[in-house]
């Protein structure tokens, strides 16, 4: 599967085609353009100050935080902010896939 994968040859066309086609689409674009109007921030419609126009992270992710708010409740209870409790879990489940995909070998 690797082989069909991976041909540098290939991978070099499709970089050059796709190279191509972005500079086809960026050429077709107005070439007096010069802002002015369409370059000001708007919000909900009116114009507003650039410093309003912050909206931080978690207004963005707002509905998603909302949505899944049991699943974030719980994972906030499991971390604790030390780096040595992440450590231990990395080290934790990284011995855990090591001794399944052992296991797994042995068992073939």
Known sequence: MYEIAWQPIIWIISFVVIAIVAYI????????YKGGEQEKP?????????EEM???GSNIYWGFL???EGYYNSMKKMHSGIINDYVSWFVLITAIIFISLFLMEVIK
Do not use: T
Not at 42 to 50: M, V
């Open 66 to 68: 909302h949505s899944l």
């Open 25 to 32: 689409i960026r050429a077709s674009g107005k070439a007096d």
């Open 54 to 56: 912050h909206i931080g």
């Open 42 to 50: 708007f919000l909900s419609g009116n114009e507003a100050p650039k």
